[in-house]
């Protein structure tokens, strides 16, 4: 068994590497959030934990990690040569560590899609106003 938690270790933290994790990051990060998702119309808040990429984070909120997937922006993939990575960086500079308060929205695979606000403005909104563009998958 403890063969077994290893190797899961491992290929989570070599999951989150593919993803764009730092090896630190990895290594901290579970596989994906995994608190239980708060029903639609519910607003929960919290302090961003991860950033997966431009428009996919995951929220401390007092039941755990709450994986969201930002509804007002459509980053580009993190395989987009350059833009996915300076989206998932202007995320990271934008909301790592910050409270945010986040409107939930619908269910979309393990994810709650939702609103989120800092300070009042929508994380999509400080997305584009760092000059990041739309244009994901």
Do not use: P
């Given at each position: 068994m403890f063969r077994l938690t290893l190797a899961g270790l491992a290929a989570g933290a070599t999951l989150a590497l593919a993803m764009g994790a730092s090896p630190a990051e990895a290594a901290k990060r579970p596989d994906r959030c995994e608190a239980p998702l708060p029903r639609p119309g519910a607003t929960f808040a919290g302090p961003v934990?991860?950033?997966?990429?431009?428009?996919?984070?995951c929220v401390r909120t007092a039941s755990g990690l709450v994986e969201v997937r930002i509804a007002d922006f459509n980053a580009p993939e993190l395989h987009e040569r350059g833009r996915g990575a300076a989206a998932k960086a202007a995320m990271k500079r934008i909301a790592l560590g910050r409270q945010v308060v986040c409107?939930?929205?619908?269910?979309s695979y393990d994810r709650m899609v939702s609103v989120c606000r800092l300070n009042g403005v929508s994380l999509g909104d400080l997305m584009r106003a760092a000059?990041?563009?739309?244009?994901g998958n």
């Open positions: 934990d991860y950033v997966m990429d431009g428009d996919s984070i409107k939930a929205d619908h269910r000059g990041i563009e739309e244009g």
